[in-house]
């Protein structure tokens, strides 16, 4: 979908004398109705083309309330509708045309959906996250930051912020938590991490390394659908070890 220029017509656009907010402040508006929303799932849905904030000169997001409404709507059409995003944007762009199109049935079907929407964020996102809008991501604090950062587990940049998808690390790390999985215990799943992106880039990288800028491309479709298996592989072997715990 070809995106609206920011500060023009569009849904990435403000009425003069909007406040804008930040994705932090966004995430506090959409917490009380979706409490698993991330700035990675904002990120996904923006990369996505299904919001289209301002940015700052810095290259910082803003969003306007239409923006933070939009977000509202296709969390609800997703959780309540079981729409993949394609149709999702589809339906509310003839909805911003004044169209008033039926909405489509549910389509999702199958025990590993929650997987698969996971895996639509396994591909690095662009951007980064500072340190203030990880901790709103996570509703954790500075002394647990720096707990995860000593165990390796939320590496910062070397400016000092940290990459989009930590957001979401920093979220289940803090989720985990909650059931007495510390860090220390955590290190091995990190490591496991690790060998297994080592393994799926080995694949890609004759893909990556050709002149040709449509191999290159494929190279990470290619990625994209490798760590969407992985992710769903990852998923069926823990719950076939957990069954044959219970035996």
Request: aromatic content about 4%.
């Amino acid at each position: 979908m070809q995106g609206t220029p920011k500060g023009g017509a569009g849904h990435g656009a403000a009425p003069m004398g909007a406040q804008l907010v930040s994705i932090g402040v966004v995430l506090g508006k959409l917490r009380d109705e979706f409490p698993d929303v991330s700035v990675s799932k904002i990120r996904f849905l923006e990369s996505e083309g299904l919001v289209e904030p301002r940015r700052t000169p810095s290259g910082y997001r803003k969003f306007s309330p239409e923006d933070v409404e939009r977000l509202a709507q296709v969390l609800r059409m997703q959780r309540d509708h079981y729409l993949p995003l394609k149709v999702i944007r589809e339906h509310l762009d003839a909805l911003e045309r004044g169209e008033r199109p039926p909405l489509p049935g549910p389509q999702r079907e199958g025990p590993d959906d929650g997987v698969w929407e996971a895996a639509e964020q396994v591909a690095p996102a662009a951007g980064r996250v500072g340190r203030e809008e990880l901790l709103a991501a996570a509703g954790a604090d500075e002394a647990m930051l720096a707990e995860w950062e000593s165990y390796g587990l939320l590496p910062p940049m070397p400016d000092g912020g940290y990459d989009a998808d930590s957001a979401t690390v920093a979220k289940l790390l803090a989720d985990l938590g909650k059931f007495g999985l510390e860090p220390r215990h955590l290190r091995l799943v990190k490591a496991a991490a690790e060998r297994e992106a080592g393994l799926l880039e080995q694949v890609v990288a004759p893909l990556r390394r050709h002149r040709n800028p449509q191999t290159r491309a494929h190279a990470e479709a290619t990625m994209r659908e490798l760590a969407a298996l992985s992710v769903r592989l990852h998923a069926a072997l823990v719950r076939s070890a957990l069954g044959a715990r219970r035996h």
